[in-house]
Protein backbone atom coordinates (compact mmCIF):
# COMPACT_ATOMS: atom_id res chain seq x y z
CA UNK A 1 0.00 0.00 0.00
CA UNK A 2 1.48 3.52 -0.77
CA UNK A 3 2.35 5.96 1.96
CA UNK A 4 -0.48 8.55 3.09
CA UNK A 5 -0.18 11.86 2.68
CA UNK A 6 0.25 14.48 5.14
CA UNK A 7 -2.39 17.21 6.06
CA UNK A 8 -1.75 19.84 8.74
CA UNK A 9 -4.29 23.04 9.48
CA UNK A 10 -2.33 25.37 11.00
CA UNK A 11 -4.64 28.24 13.00
CA UNK A 12 -3.97 31.00 15.24
CA UNK A 13 -3.95 29.13 18.47
CA UNK A 14 -4.20 24.84 17.49
CA UNK A 15 -2.56 23.22 14.61
CA UNK A 16 -5.08 20.11 12.88
CA UNK A 17 -2.90 17.29 11.66
CA UNK A 18 -3.42 14.41 9.43
CA UNK A 19 -3.00 11.96 6.88
CA UNK A 20 -5.00 11.00 4.03
CA UNK A 21 -5.27 8.33 1.28
CA UNK A 22 -6.97 8.36 -2.37
CA UNK A 23 -8.16 12.00 -1.47
CA UNK A 24 -10.25 10.90 2.34
CA UNK A 25 -8.40 11.76 5.16
CA UNK A 26 -7.91 8.69 7.29
CA UNK A 27 -10.07 7.94 10.19
CA UNK A 28 -8.74 8.36 13.75
CA UNK A 29 -5.79 10.20 12.14
CA UNK A 30 -6.42 13.47 13.21
CA UNK A 31 -5.01 15.09 16.17
CA UNK A 32 -4.96 18.37 17.56
CA UNK A 33 -1.87 20.18 18.85
CA UNK A 34 -1.84 23.76 21.13
CA UNK A 35 0.80 26.25 18.95
CA UNK A 36 2.13 27.70 22.33
CA UNK A 37 3.43 24.24 22.90
CA UNK A 38 6.03 24.56 19.82
CA UNK A 39 8.22 27.20 18.45
CA UNK A 40 7.44 26.68 14.97
CA UNK A 41 5.29 23.80 12.62
CA UNK A 42 8.44 22.00 11.97
CA UNK A 43 8.36 20.45 15.71
CA UNK A 44 4.87 19.90 15.58
CA UNK A 45 4.59 17.98 12.42
CA UNK A 46 8.19 15.96 13.16
CA UNK A 47 5.90 14.67 16.26
CA UNK A 48 3.08 13.84 14.65
CA UNK A 49 4.85 11.45 12.38
CA UNK A 50 6.81 9.86 14.77
CA UNK A 51 3.47 9.26 17.03
CA UNK A 52 1.70 8.11 14.12
CA UNK A 53 4.38 6.03 13.03
CA UNK A 54 4.40 7.22 9.35
CA UNK A 55 8.12 7.89 7.96
CA UNK A 56 7.66 9.48 4.84
CA UNK A 57 4.93 10.89 3.65
CA UNK A 58 4.18 10.61 0.06
CA UNK A 59 3.00 14.73 -0.24
CA UNK A 60 1.96 17.30 1.88
CA UNK A 61 -0.45 19.99 1.99
CA UNK A 62 -0.59 22.99 4.58
CA UNK A 63 -3.24 25.24 5.48
CA UNK A 64 -2.65 28.24 7.30
CA UNK A 65 -4.26 31.76 8.49
CA UNK A 66 -2.59 34.06 6.57
CA UNK A 67 -1.47 35.25 3.17
CA UNK A 68 0.20 32.64 0.97
CA UNK A 69 2.90 33.64 -2.16
CA UNK A 70 4.94 31.46 -4.33
CA UNK A 71 4.82 29.19 -1.55
CA UNK A 72 5.79 31.24 2.14
CA UNK A 73 3.26 32.53 4.34
CA UNK A 74 3.13 34.03 7.99
CA UNK A 75 0.37 33.45 9.50
CA UNK A 76 -1.37 36.61 10.68
CA UNK A 77 -2.10 35.70 14.52
CA UNK A 78 0.80 33.70 15.25
CA UNK A 79 4.90 34.44 14.21
CA UNK A 80 5.26 31.81 12.12
CA UNK A 81 7.10 31.48 8.51
CA UNK A 82 5.92 29.05 6.41
CA UNK A 83 7.88 28.02 3.58
CA UNK A 84 7.69 24.61 0.86
CA UNK A 85 11.33 24.12 0.63
CA UNK A 86 11.66 24.14 4.48
CA UNK A 87 8.49 21.56 5.18
CA UNK A 88 9.65 19.31 2.35
CA UNK A 89 12.90 18.78 4.16
CA UNK A 90 11.26 18.52 7.45
CA UNK A 91 8.75 16.21 6.27
CA UNK A 92 10.65 14.08 3.53
CA UNK A 93 7.51 14.35 1.21
CA UNK A 94 8.15 14.93 -2.51
CA UNK A 95 5.34 17.64 -2.98
CA UNK A 96 4.19 20.11 -0.86
CA UNK A 97 1.89 22.52 -1.59
CA UNK A 98 0.91 25.97 1.04
CA UNK A 99 -2.46 26.92 0.60
CA UNK A 100 -4.59 29.66 2.80
CA UNK A 101 -6.74 28.04 4.98
CA UNK A 102 -10.12 29.42 3.95
CA UNK A 103 -8.54 28.17 0.62
CA UNK A 104 -8.86 24.85 2.11
CA UNK A 105 -12.09 25.15 3.55
CA UNK A 106 -13.72 26.17 0.14
CA UNK A 107 -12.01 22.66 -1.55
CA UNK A 108 -14.39 20.99 1.30
CA UNK A 109 -17.66 22.06 0.24
CA UNK A 110 -19.94 19.96 -1.24
CA UNK A 111 -17.84 17.10 0.71
CA UNK A 112 -19.52 17.47 4.17
CA UNK A 113 -21.71 15.12 5.98
CA UNK A 114 -25.60 17.31 6.18
CA UNK A 115 -25.47 16.52 10.20
CA UNK A 116 -22.34 19.13 10.21
CA UNK A 117 -24.56 21.65 7.99
CA UNK A 118 -26.75 24.14 10.47
CA UNK A 119 -29.29 26.64 8.23
CA UNK A 120 -29.34 30.01 9.31
CA UNK A 121 -30.88 31.30 6.08
CA UNK A 122 -32.74 28.78 3.82
CA UNK A 123 -32.74 29.47 -0.10
CA UNK A 124 -33.80 28.26 -3.31
CA UNK A 125 -31.61 25.27 -4.60
CA UNK A 126 -28.30 26.31 -6.00
CA UNK A 127 -27.65 26.59 -9.67
CA UNK A 128 -25.25 24.07 -11.38
CA UNK A 129 -21.60 25.24 -10.73
CA UNK A 130 -22.65 28.34 -9.54
CA UNK A 131 -20.24 30.26 -7.21
CA UNK A 132 -20.13 29.40 -3.51
CA UNK A 133 -19.00 31.45 -0.80
CA UNK A 134 -16.74 30.41 2.48
CA UNK A 135 -16.56 32.77 4.92
CA UNK A 136 -14.08 31.74 8.12
CA UNK A 137 -14.93 33.29 11.88
CA UNK A 138 -12.70 31.77 14.24
CA UNK A 139 -9.28 33.78 15.97
CA UNK A 140 -9.22 35.46 12.45
CA UNK A 141 -11.38 36.21 10.31
CA UNK A 142 -11.75 35.91 6.59
CA UNK A 143 -13.22 34.78 3.57
CA UNK A 144 -12.93 33.21 0.21
CA UNK A 145 -14.92 32.77 -3.43
CA UNK A 146 -15.01 28.95 -4.38
CA UNK A 147 -15.41 28.52 -8.26
CA UNK A 148 -16.54 24.88 -9.84
CA UNK A 149 -15.29 25.55 -13.35
CA UNK A 150 -14.51 22.05 -15.90
CA UNK A 151 -11.35 21.96 -15.45
CA UNK A 152 -11.97 21.31 -11.80
CA UNK A 153 -12.52 23.48 -8.63
CA UNK A 154 -10.66 26.87 -7.76
CA UNK A 155 -10.26 28.68 -4.55
CA UNK A 156 -8.60 31.96 -4.94
CA UNK A 157 -6.63 33.65 -1.55
CA UNK A 158 -7.86 36.27 -0.22
CA UNK A 159 -7.66 38.27 2.78
CA UNK A 160 -10.77 40.04 3.67
CA UNK A 161 -10.56 40.07 7.05
CA UNK A 162 -8.27 43.00 6.70
CA UNK A 163 -10.57 45.60 4.97
CA UNK A 164 -12.45 48.33 6.89
CA UNK A 165 -15.48 47.63 8.82
CA UNK A 166 -18.51 48.74 7.03
CA UNK A 167 -19.98 52.18 9.53
CA UNK A 168 -23.78 52.63 9.00
CA UNK A 169 -24.76 54.39 12.29
CA UNK A 170 -23.42 56.83 14.95
CA UNK A 171 -22.56 53.79 17.11
CA UNK A 172 -20.71 52.33 14.72
CA UNK A 173 -18.43 55.48 14.33
CA UNK A 174 -18.01 54.83 17.88
CA UNK A 175 -17.29 51.60 17.75
CA UNK A 176 -14.68 52.56 14.99
CA UNK A 177 -13.12 54.59 16.85
CA UNK A 178 -12.66 52.52 19.76
CA UNK A 179 -11.36 49.75 17.66
CA UNK A 180 -9.06 52.41 15.90
CA UNK A 181 -7.09 52.66 19.56
CA UNK A 182 -5.52 49.58 19.20
CA UNK A 183 -3.49 50.01 15.76
CA UNK A 184 -5.25 53.16 14.22
CA UNK A 185 -7.49 51.35 12.11
CA UNK A 186 -10.98 49.58 12.13
CA UNK A 187 -11.11 46.36 10.30
CA UNK A 188 -13.39 43.55 10.08
CA UNK A 189 -11.49 41.23 12.11
CA UNK A 190 -11.10 43.74 14.65
CA UNK A 191 -14.60 42.75 15.47
CA UNK A 192 -15.55 39.37 13.99
CA UNK A 193 -13.64 37.04 15.49
CA UNK A 194 -12.73 35.60 18.99
CA UNK A 195 -10.92 38.95 20.13
CA UNK A 196 -12.97 41.14 17.99
CA UNK A 197 -16.25 39.41 20.56
CA UNK A 198 -14.13 40.82 23.61
CA UNK A 199 -13.86 44.02 22.08
CA UNK A 200 -17.67 44.16 21.59
CA UNK A 201 -17.79 43.51 24.88
CA UNK A 202 -15.75 46.17 26.29
CA UNK A 203 -17.00 48.53 24.18
CA UNK A 204 -20.89 47.35 24.97
CA UNK A 205 -19.91 48.24 28.67
CA UNK A 206 -18.31 51.68 27.60
CA UNK A 207 -21.79 52.25 25.87
CA UNK A 208 -23.99 51.22 28.78
CA UNK A 209 -21.34 53.45 31.15
CA UNK A 210 -20.35 50.65 33.11
CA UNK A 211 -17.12 49.52 32.43
CA UNK A 212 -15.25 46.45 32.52
CA UNK A 213 -13.08 45.63 35.89
CA UNK A 214 -11.50 42.41 34.05
CA UNK A 215 -11.96 41.42 30.25
CA UNK A 216 -13.76 37.87 29.73
CA UNK A 217 -12.83 35.56 27.14
CA UNK A 218 -14.84 34.56 24.58
CA UNK A 219 -16.27 31.29 26.14
CA UNK A 220 -17.20 33.47 29.47
CA UNK A 221 -19.23 35.71 26.92
CA UNK A 222 -21.13 33.35 25.05
CA UNK A 223 -21.95 31.79 28.52
CA UNK A 224 -23.08 34.92 29.63
CA UNK A 225 -25.31 35.28 26.24
CA UNK A 226 -26.91 32.07 27.21
CA UNK A 227 -27.94 33.10 30.51
CA UNK A 228 -29.41 36.64 28.71
CA UNK A 229 -26.64 38.98 30.37
CA UNK A 230 -27.83 41.96 28.76
CA UNK A 231 -24.01 42.98 28.23
CA UNK A 232 -22.91 39.85 26.75
CA UNK A 233 -26.56 39.71 24.33
CA UNK A 234 -25.28 43.37 23.64
CA UNK A 235 -21.80 42.40 22.23
CA UNK A 236 -23.64 39.28 20.34
CA UNK A 237 -26.12 41.94 18.47
CA UNK A 238 -22.97 43.99 17.52
CA UNK A 239 -21.30 40.92 16.24
CA UNK A 240 -24.37 39.35 14.49
CA UNK A 241 -25.57 42.34 12.87
CA UNK A 242 -21.94 43.53 11.64
CA UNK A 243 -21.17 39.85 10.32
CA UNK A 244 -24.41 40.19 8.27
CA UNK A 245 -23.16 43.36 6.89
CA UNK A 246 -20.11 41.65 6.00
CA UNK A 247 -21.28 38.66 4.76
CA UNK A 248 -23.99 40.73 2.42
CA UNK A 249 -21.04 42.86 0.95
CA UNK A 250 -18.86 40.06 0.36
CA UNK A 251 -22.12 38.49 -1.34
CA UNK A 252 -22.65 41.37 -3.80
CA UNK A 253 -18.97 41.29 -4.73
CA UNK A 254 -18.69 37.50 -5.89
CA UNK A 255 -22.65 36.53 -5.79
CA UNK A 256 -22.93 33.00 -4.71
CA UNK A 257 -25.62 31.66 -5.45
CA UNK A 258 -24.55 28.29 -4.52
CA UNK A 259 -24.71 29.52 -0.66
CA UNK A 260 -23.19 31.30 2.06
CA UNK A 261 -20.61 28.98 4.46
CA UNK A 262 -19.74 30.71 7.94
CA UNK A 263 -17.27 28.35 9.67
CA UNK A 264 -14.94 28.39 12.19
CA UNK A 265 -15.14 28.26 16.28
CA UNK A 266 -16.93 31.64 16.49
CA UNK A 267 -19.11 31.07 14.19
CA UNK A 268 -20.43 27.85 15.27
CA UNK A 269 -20.67 29.76 18.83
CA UNK A 270 -23.02 32.50 17.24
CA UNK A 271 -25.13 30.06 15.02
CA UNK A 272 -28.13 29.72 17.41
CA UNK A 273 -28.26 33.60 17.99
CA UNK A 274 -27.41 35.35 14.41
CA UNK A 275 -31.13 34.84 13.53
CA UNK A 276 -32.59 36.53 16.33
CA UNK A 277 -30.10 39.07 16.87
CA UNK A 278 -30.50 41.07 13.19
CA UNK A 279 -28.16 38.62 10.97
CA UNK A 280 -30.57 38.34 8.08
CA UNK A 281 -31.67 42.03 8.09
CA UNK A 282 -28.27 43.17 8.61
CA UNK A 283 -27.65 41.15 5.15
CA UNK A 284 -30.36 42.41 3.03
CA UNK A 285 -30.27 46.10 4.04
CA UNK A 286 -28.70 46.90 0.76
CA UNK A 287 -31.13 49.47 -0.51
CA UNK A 288 -32.88 48.81 -3.25
CA UNK A 289 -30.88 45.18 -4.06
CA UNK A 290 -32.56 44.35 -0.45
CA UNK A 291 -35.09 42.24 -2.05
CA UNK A 292 -32.30 40.54 -4.63
CA UNK A 293 -29.93 39.43 -1.36
CA UNK A 294 -32.98 36.66 -0.72
CA UNK A 295 -31.16 34.31 -3.61
CA UNK A 296 -28.52 33.41 -1.18
CA UNK A 297 -28.87 31.30 1.43
CA UNK A 298 -26.60 30.72 4.95
CA UNK A 299 -25.29 28.00 6.38
CA UNK A 300 -22.63 27.16 9.23
CA UNK A 301 -20.47 24.52 9.32
CA UNK A 302 -20.01 22.77 12.36
CA UNK A 303 -16.88 20.66 11.13
CA UNK A 304 -14.34 21.80 12.77
CA UNK A 305 -12.00 19.66 11.15
CA UNK A 306 -13.59 20.72 7.47
CA UNK A 307 -10.23 22.01 6.29
CA UNK A 308 -8.27 18.99 6.19
CA UNK A 309 -11.16 17.36 4.08
CA UNK A 310 -10.41 19.92 1.75
CA UNK A 311 -6.70 19.95 1.65
CA UNK A 312 -7.00 15.99 0.99
CA UNK A 313 -9.14 16.52 -2.14
CA UNK A 314 -7.22 19.26 -3.07
CA UNK A 315 -3.85 17.37 -3.10
CA UNK A 316 -5.76 14.44 -4.82
CA UNK A 317 -6.26 16.75 -7.72
CA UNK A 318 -3.23 18.32 -7.53
CA UNK A 319 -1.36 14.82 -7.98
CA UNK A 320 -3.61 13.64 -10.74
CA UNK A 321 -2.27 16.55 -12.99
CA UNK A 322 1.16 15.68 -11.98
Not at 60 to 75: F, I, K, Q, S
Not at 134 to 158: C, E, K, Q, Y
Not at 234 to 254: P, S
Request: proline fraction near 7%; aromatic fraction near 6%.
Amino acid sequence: MPAPSLLADIGGTNTRVALARNGQVISGSVRHFPNAEFDSLEPVLRHYLEETGTETPAAACLAMAGPVREGVGTLTNLDWTLDTATLAHATGAGTVTLLNDLQAQGHALGHLPSEALFSVIAGPPPRIQATQLVIGVGTGFNAAPVFDTPAGRFVPPSESGHVSLPLRSDTDMRLARFLEQSHGFAAVEDALSGRGLVALHEFACIEAGTPEKAIPKGKQIMAAVAEGDPLARAAAGHFARLLGAVAGDLALTQLPFGGIFLIGGVARAMAPYLSEMGFTEALRDKGRFSGFMEQFPVTVVSDDDAALTGMALHLQALLALS
